[in-house]
C-alpha cells in the first residue's frame, strides 16, 4: 500500500484494511465454540453410530483448535495493520518536519 505517487504508505488504506482484519476476527471469536456446539449435537445424533459419533468428534477436536488459530492470526494481522500505518502515519510526519526545517534555513 502505498501513496498515489507509488512512494510511501497510504497510512489511511492500511489504517482501513486493518480495521476490517480487526472486525473479521471478532467474527471469528464465537465460530470455534459454535463449531464445537453442532459437532457434538451431529454426535449426539448419531449415538448408535460409534465410529461416526467419534469420527465427528475428532473432527470437530481438529477443526476447532484451527479456527482458533485462524481467529489469533486473523486479530495480530488487524492489530499489525493498525499499528504499522500509525507508525507510516508518525514518520511521515516526522520527515515532514525535519525537512521544513532545513527548507526554512
Known sequence: MCDEDG???DTTAAEQS??????LAERY???????QTETSLMSDA?????VVANGILDFA????GQLTQLQAHTSALGGSA????????????????GLGSIYAA
Open 29 to 35: 471469536a464465537g465460530i470455534s465454540s459454535t463449531f
Open 7 to 9: 512512494v510511501g504508505v
Open 61 to 64: 477436536a481438529n477443526v476447532v
Open 18 to 23: 486493518g480495521g476490517e482484519a480487526v472486525t
Open 82 to 97: 493498525q499499528a504499522g500505518a500509525a507508525d507510516a502515519r508518525e514518520a511521515d510526519y516526522q520527515i515532514g518536519t
Open 46 to 50: 448419531s449415538c448408535n453410530e460409534m
